[in-house]
């Protein structure tokens, strides 16, 4: 396994528990975190914003999902290098206000040097697939 794929993986475990320290560790300073509108994919929002940018970024969404969500959790079913990208297949689970649903993600990362410097979501695993080839 690459350590570009296992640090990708190590990021789930610390999202789950919300370990802001553990994530920074893992991305660069001015990371990017892109959303695709849910909306348009008719899906629940699950984000306030499109982007996030820095680890400031990370800490404010962070925030969010704390105020909006009861628990939401991602998980990563399939992790794999391609090309310079790493693609990621999962799920996410939220519960809010007494309802909750889950809905598959596709999460593209890419990279500068050993950290992730943008994260790329997309709500169709085949759009993530085509995503992570264009590089």
């Given at each position: 396994?690459?350590?570009r794929?296992?640090?990708?993986?190590?990021?789930?475990?610390?999202?789950?528990?919300?370990?802001?320290?553990?994530?920074?560790?893992?991305i660069?300073?001015?990371?990017?975190?892109?959303?695709?509108?849910?909306?348009?994919?008719?899906?629940?929002?699950?984000?306030?914003?499109?982007?996030?940018?820095?680890?400031?970024?990370?800490?404010?969404?962070?925030?969010?999902?704390?105020?909006?969500?009861?628990?939401?959790?991602?998980?990563?079913?399939e992790?794999?290098?391609?090309?310079?990208?790493?693609?990621?297949?999962?799920?996410?689970?939220?519960?809010?206000?007494?309802?909750?649903?889950?809905?598959?993600?596709?999460?593209?990362c890419?990279?500068?040097?050993?950290?992730?410097?943008?994260?790329?979501?997309?709500?169709?695993?085949?759009?993530?697939?085509?995503?992570?080839?264009?590089?």
């Amino acid at each position: 396994m690459s350590s570009r794929v296992e640090t990708v993986r190590r990021a789930f475990p610390a999202f789950s528990a919300r370990d802001i320290d553990a994530l920074e560790a893992l991305i660069t300073p001015d990371v990017e975190i892109v959303v695709a509108s849910p909306e348009l994919a008719g899906k629940p929002s699950v984000v306030r914003k499109s982007r996030y940018d820095g680890h400031a970024g990370l800490r404010e969404w962070l925030a969010e999902i704390e105020t909006d969500f009861s628990d939401l959790s991602l998980e990563a079913r399939e992790v794999e290098e391609v090309d310079d990208a790493v693609l990621v297949l999962g799920t996410l689970a939220y519960e809010a206000a007494g309802s909750g649903g889950g809905m598959t993600l596709g999460w593209v990362c890419r990279f500068d040097g050993e950290r992730v410097s943008r994260i790329e979501t997309y709500w169709d695993w085949d759009e993530a697939r085509r995503a992570a080839s264009r590089g």
